[in-house]
């Protein structure tokens, strides 16, 4: 599918989508709550109906009823159960991370498997982590598909975390579903931080609060848990989808963003700290921003641990006055595409002079983008990017290949021309 964009200003107002990773991992929680949770408000992505699919393999009961923003999931969890020897995480890096130390929690041999580009991303840490918990690993090559076969035996272990967050989230799920004394989790170089602080809430959701020490270590003692028969999850707006439509108003219209929490932990709320920085016109209130199209200075911003704001940092660089430096190159290789590439690919169509600089990304900004053909990659935020930047180009740009933005937003283009003005 090609999306075709023509240059507009945009006004309007935007319901930000819920976030998938706050979805994600309520229904890891759920599967592993021996009891009844209600989430209300989950996602409708790709992702997250992947995660959903995991967990009925995994042997919990699923109900869905209701809509849209109506609707609602109720989850009878009781611990890992497989009812399938196989698990397909669909193309979602954050579901298999997550999902594999928990599927460890079984004494079935289970075939954990994906689709698309999640067959080429790297897989860190299982083959040095899982065989020290007592979980056998086989065929393992570092890449989707493998087998692996529990019991996990719950124990402290020390693990490096510096290729991201998510196969730490799933270890602590699953730790703290199968200690039954305290342990600790010690941690060398965890990136995307914030990812962990969203973890930390939803466990302490399931009554399973969780210490940590400077991200260093993270101590897990049943004896501070509080169980209860049933646990109501209202999952959140996501800020990385957020993020694509608060730029959208930076560069191109009058846009207000509704249904945030503004307390939240996600790592990409960090997009109102880049704003507020180039003298965005932009207004906060309770649950909503409103950003406005003006004149905005350059910004020098660290990226390291919300990665996924960098597609759209691009394109807000690309319309800001001089030269601005996005850090954290290092975390762009194994997206959804090689993102070093797509991006820079992405200003170099859109004739946005860049340079990378050992882990910076360097974007000086322009008047007018150009019109042009954006291949995508792919890659649902490279996608998304795109059509941000086209807003502010000199004629229409095509995208290729633009229906994978279902796998974290179906809803982007329609919410998109929702804004277009008449």
């Known amino acids: 599918m090609k999306a075709t964009i023509e240059p507009a200003y945009i006004h309007g107002v935007v319901i930000a989508p819920p976030s998938k990773s706050y979805t994600q991992r309520a229904y890891a929680g759920a599967l592993l709550h021996k009891g009844k949770t209600i989430i209300r408000n989950p996602g409708l992505s790709a992702d997250e109906e992947a995660a959903l699919q995991v967990i009925r393999q995994l042997g919990a009961n699923v109900d869905v009823s209701g809509e849209g923003a109506e609707r609602e999931i109720v989850i009878e969890g009781s611990g890992v159960r497989p009812v399938s020897s196989v698990i397909n995480c669909g193309e979602s890096g954050l579901a298999t991370r997550l999902f594999t130390p928990i599927a460890g929690l079984s004494d079935r041999l289970i075939n954990i498997t994906g689709e698309g580009s999640l067959l080429g991303r790297p897989m860190e840490g299982f083959g040095d982590v899982l065989p020290t918990l007592g979980v056998s690993i086989h065929d393992f090559t570092g890449f989707l598909p493998f087998s692996l076969k529990g019991p996990m035996i719950a124990k402290s272990v020390i693990m490096d975390a510096s290729g991201g967050s998510q196969f730490l989230s799933g270890l602590l799920f699953a730790l703290c579903a199968s200690a039954d004394k305290s342990i600790t989790i010690g941690v060398n170089g965890l990136k995307s931080k914030p990812y962990i602080d969203l973890t930390l809430e939803i466990l302490a959701e399931f009554g399973k609060p969780v210490v940590n020490n400077g991200y260093k270590e993270f101590i897990i003692d049943p004896a501070q848990f509080t169980l209860s028969e049933q646990v109501n999850i209202n999952v959140e707006a996501d800020w990385s989808s957020a993020a694509f439509m608060l730029v959208a108003g930076a560069v191109g219209g009058n846009v207000t963003v509704r249904n945030l929490n503004l307390n939240s932990k996600q790592a990409d709320r960090a997009i109102i700290d880049v704003l507020e920085s180039i003298g965005a016109d932009m207004q906060v209130g309770e649950q909503e921003i409103i950003v406005k199209k003006s004149r905005m200075g350059c910004f020098d911003f660290d990226a390291t641990h919300c990665p996924d704001l960098f597609p759209v940092l691009a ?42 600089e050992d882990d910076t990304l360097f974007v000086t900004g322009v008047n007018r983008l150009q019109g042009t053909i954006i291949d995508s990659y792919y890659d649902h935020r490279i996608v998304m990017a795109a059509a941000v930047g086209a807003l502010r180009a000199n004629s229409r740009v095509d995208i290729n290949h633009s229906e994978v933005v279902s796998k974290s937003y179906p809803r982007f283009f329609e919410d998109l021309e929702g804004l277009r003005k008449r």
């Open 315 to 356: 394109i807000l660089a690309s319309c800001c006055s001089g030269e601005s430096a996005i850090l954290g190159v290092h975390r762009l290789f194994y997206k959804e595409s090689n993102r070093v590439e797509s991006i820079t690919q992405m200003l170099q169509d859109f004739a946005v002079p860049y340079s990378v």
